[in-house]
């Protein structure tokens, strides 16, 4: 399946809206599997890379903070609040977000194929989609997302 | 009656396009559609450094590209930016992107007998550039914009 087909099914289901910093990522709603506060996040005992762990179905599953350049941080921005949990395989991965919007809060216009300039081997950027007249989004998926973060911890 | 020599009167044909600190190419005047000051780029993350924002134009989000960035000088602020359309191949629809510039272009008229070898950076240019030209005393390649939009492994 092309990049443009990926990012095409992602958005076509209901979609989730992250805010990183600033940057705007868009996967599809069904990858979220549950929305925690940040708070809840514990942040004993970490993982190489990751800031701690969030309980889900009776284990607890990595969690990652990830800046607006998508690259791993170990120090949490104060603006972090909310932890998405991300179907991950057989498991989970916690990202840490700034805010995040679901359901009819996000409004997708246009969606388009990321130029050719812009491909690099291994980015979670599948696409790119207007929001509004100002606002531009990455299209992503949690697949994409957790196989570029763990790639970022084994590197 | 004498007959009157009419001047030979060169017309502009090309757009001189200034990438900062000397680093100069150029483009067909057909090719430069816009130029836009204080644009209002969208970063995307995971790109390569010369080519990590769009710019959204008619519709479209057009990769912007920083000509600095590729020949090793200090990126620049987005500060101008030329649209460009150009074709991958004769006959294909018009494709568009964005450069971006250090100061406004310089309609310049070029002509065949200006041809000279390519300029310091070659390995960079022979990559981006159609070919070459001589303008007061500078080498000025003619940049391929079907390459530049594509990638640098092109």
Known sequence: ?155 | MMPVEKNPVLRSNAWLLDFSQSFCAAVGTRVLLQIIDNPKLHPVPCAPQHCSSVFSWQGRLLPVVDMASILGVEPQTPHLLAIAGYRELPGEPIRFGALLLAAPPVAIAVSDNQSCMLPEHSEVWSKFAFSCFEQQGKAIPILHLARVFSSLDA
Request: proline share 5%; aromatic share 4%; net charge negative.
């Open chain 1, 1 to 155: 399946m092309s990049a443009a087909a990926v990012a095409r099914s992602s958005t076509t289901s209901p979609a989730a809206l992250l805010n990183i910093s600033g940057l705007n990522l868009v996967l599809p709603q069904i990858d979220i599997r549950a929305l925690e506060s940040a708070s809840d996040v514990d942040v004993g005992e970490a993982e190489p890379f990751s800031i701690g762990w969030i309980q889900y179905e009776q284990q607890r599953w990595p969690v990652y903070c990830i800046s607006h350049e998508l690259s791993l941080l170990v120090d949490v921005p104060g603006e972090r609040r909310v932890c998405v949990l991300l179907g991950a395989g057989a498991g989970y991965v916690g990202i840490l977000c700034d805010e995040v919007s679901i359901g009819k809060q996000v409004v997708l216009g246009q969606q388009h194929e990321l130029p050719s300039a812009m491909h690099m081997p291994n980015t979670p950027v599948l696409g790119l989609t207007t929001l509004d007249a100002d606002n531009v989004a990455c299209v992503t998926n949690a697949q994409a997302l957790v196989a570029y973060v763990a790639r970022l911890v084994q590197t």
